[in-house]
């Protein structure tokens, strides 16, 4: 069966600095792969999202999201953490075949930037 | 463009009240479908529809029926409500249908039900 692991259930990081929230995955077969933030009292928004070609792959508002085949890792980054991207963001997983039914997603990681 | 709306926000019902909740896109998707957000456990799909007339069960479909008459809305219905069920439900939709789900899901703001 797939899996989605967040593995920090919490990332603190001091406004300024870069950022690394955490995802790996396991599927089988090639993987599409997503990263969602979640807003207080809000519903999830897209950021970005890996389905082939360059590993690294840019999102909105400067993150970006590297993917690694070997490491089965899908880790979000952003070089300088703002307060605002304090929020819950969820990394998700679908085989390529299967339909949106067959996405998973992790338990979410709570990030908090220190002003 | 409103995208994908959900009513209510939010709703307290007691043990064995039934009730729905509604969702409603305009931006023509075919696939639409409800999840549960739980601490810990992530978001849980419980049912969803690649088209009208079309439904079918996720992970956690038990307690919960929808129907999909039209391609706009999907409700969500608790036939009798238990405290299990207290939860923030999200619905969310995508303007794909093949199996190959690389775009992606376009989420409401949900609804915080607490069952008494």
């Known amino acids: 069966a797939q899996s989605v692991a967040q593995p920090e259930d919490q990332v603190n990081v001091a406004e300024g600095n870069p950022l690394t929230v955490k995802c790996t995955y396991s599927?089988?077969?090639?993987?599409?792969l997503f990263w969602y933030v979640q807003y207080p009292n809000r519903g999830l928004q897209f950021l970005l999202k890996?389905?082939?070609?360059?590993?690294l792959v840019k999102g909105s508002y400067g993150f970006e999201a590297e993917f690694n085949k070997s490491q089965t890792s899908f880790h979000l980054k952003k070089p300088s953490a703002l307060v605002s991207d304090s929020a819950l963001y969820f990394c998700?997983?679908?085989?390529?075949?299967?339909?949106?039914?067959?996405?998973?997603f992790g338990i979410g990681t709570k990030l908090q930037v220190i002003p | 463009n409103a995208g994908v709306t959900q009513t209510p926000k939010f709703q307290v019902l007691k043990t064995g009240q039934s009730m729905t909740l509604q969702c409603a896109q305009d931006?023509?998707?075919?696939?639409m479908s409800w999840y549960r957000q739980d601490p810990g456990m992530g978001l849980r799909l419980i049912h969803y529809?690649?088209?009208?007339?079309?439904?079918d069960q996720g992970e956690v479909p038990n307690g919960y029926n929808v129907s999909r008459s039209t391609t706009e809305d999907f409700p969500l219905r608790l036939l009798s409500a238990a405290p299990s069920q207290t939860s923030v439900y999200f619905c969310?939709?995508?303007?794909?249908?093949?199996?190959?789900?690389?775009?992606?899901?376009?989420f409401g703001n949900g609804t915080r039900l607490t069952v008494t």
């Open positions: 969310a939709s995508s303007g794909q249908v093949t199996t190959a789900p690389n775009s992606p899901l376009h």
């Open positions: 599927v089988s077969g090639n993987p599409y």
């Open positions: 890996y389905i082939t070609g360059d590993n």
């Open positions: 998700a997983v679908s085989p390529y075949s299967g339909g949106y039914q067959k996405v998973t």
């Open positions: 931006m023509n998707h075919e696939y």
């Open positions: 529809s690649v088209g009208a007339g079309i439904t």
